[in-house]
């Protein structure tokens, strides 16, 4: 999922968070001044007004310190590797750095983060509550050494995909060439995954679910050329080519078949987009839950999947592909560039439609408050972006 990080700390102190929701009844007439994060945040609150959000969000900070501290890891990791690339002079810095420096987007590490909460709400290893609880300590302890290693199995699949796109405005970095310093990244990071899948003490499960979200989404990158095809004809063809192109558009993309069925995703196997972005991205969540599942022998709860995988679809559609509109333009076949090529602008209300239609699914599945707010944030963000896109449109 390329874009810049998705921000989920929560600025706002405790005891000025709780007075929020009235200020921001005057959010018609405040519009866009008041950040997306305190608006989804004070809309949350006043319609869940209970004192158990107080804990969650102490757990929020938790895990997120924990998701920052593994990324931060990850990323030391990748930069000894690259220190040995320069020392071997295959790399070199660039001008003025006097260091090797790695880092990568990480937003879409934002469902381990949420995964890792749940993990920990099912331990009862939840701040403030803990002291009156009985707490899995061995159940908490072991949901963050699987979460280190599932986001480094994130990353991994990420990178592979930037780089077989060609695309490396990610990878940030100090030394060149930049093509060469995002394979030893990726490189890296994949033999770490595979040592995690071969262990003797890993679930054959874990492997097993990985295998699958990877060989449905390369089977979903196969058809790109021939999407981008689709949209390149149908941008040059007129009237009745121009007619059967869209179809054929809304027959192939928008209103795909499964390859396979989701017994989570029955209702939303023929909401426009659906399969073509379960294949995307859907997929590669729904099995990073099994993964979580097979190696920690829980379960997180069908409910809390089907959040999981919708929230990222939505995501996927209302904050990357209308971030990504201005090169995927005339160039790459998403649900932002469909909607607009057959429409024109009138397009844009189909995805804010279409956007809110999986974020509602998401949240009437959505298990934990944590989760619940990442739903509400992404749904502000995604409507100022649609805005935004809409304003440099007209």
């Known amino acids: 999922m390329p874009g810049r990080p998705v921000p989920l700390a929560i600025a706002t102190p405790l005891d000025v ?34 004192p158990y959000l107080l804990a969650v969000l102490a757990l929020r900070e938790s895990v997120d310190d924990t998701v920052d501290s593994v990324t931060a890891d990850l990323f030391a990791e990748v930069e000894r590797a690259l220190e040995h690339e320069l020392e071997a002079g295959d790399l070199e810095l660039v001008d003025g750095a006097d260091a090797v420096r790695f880092d990568y987007d990480t937003r879409l590490v934002l469902p381990a983060m949420l995964t890792l909460g749940r993990v920990r709400e099912l331990a009862g290893d939840v701040p403030y509550l803990r002291q009156v609880r009985r707490v899995d300590t061995d159940l908490a302890r072991e949901g963050e050494r699987v979460t280190y290693e599932i986001i480094r199995a994130l990353l991994d699949g990420d990178m592979r995909d930037a780089i077989n796109d060609d695309e490396y405005e990610d990878f940030e970095t100090t030394v060149r060439p930049r093509a060469r310093a995002a394979e030893v990244a990726q490189a890296t990071l994949e033999e770490g995954v595979e040592s995690w899948l071969a262990a003797p003490e890993t679930p054959d499960g874990v492997a097993s679910a990985y295998r699958h979200a990877v060989s449905l989404s390369e089977g979903h990158q196969d058809t790109d050329e021939a999407f981008r095809d689709l949209l390149e004809r149908h941008a040059n063809a007129e009237g009745d ?154």
């Open 17 to 50: 968070a709780w007075a929020l929701p009235p200020m921001l009844r005057l959010r018609d007439r405040l519009s866009r001044r008041v950040p997306p994060l305190a608006r989804a945040f004070g809309r949350y609150v006043s319609q869940h007004r209970d």
């Open 241 to 394: 080519e121009r007619g059967r192109l869209a179809d054929e558009i809304e027959a192939r993309y928008k209103y795909a078949p499964p390859q396979e069925s989701s017994p989570l995703f029955e209702e939303e196997q023929y909401v426009p987009y659906f399969t073509t972005q379960y294949e995307r991205v859907g997929i590669l969540y729904e099995d990073m839950l099994k993964m979580y599942e097979a190696a920690l022998g829980v379960e997180l709860g069908e409910s809390f999947c089907r959040a999981i995988v919708l929230m990222v679809v939505a995501a996927q559609i209302g904050l990357d592909d209308i971030d990504d509109f201005p090169e995927d333009r005339g160039e790459q076949l998403t649900p932002v560039t469909a909607e607009l090529a057959l429409k024109g602008t009138a397009g844009l209300d189909d995805v804010g439609r279409l956007v809110d239609r999986y974020l509602d699914a998401a949240a009437a599945a959505a298990e934990t408050h944590l989760t619940g707010m990442a739903i509400a944030y992404i749904r502000e963000e995604a409507h100022d972006r649609l805005a935004a896109l809409r304003a440099e449109l007209d």
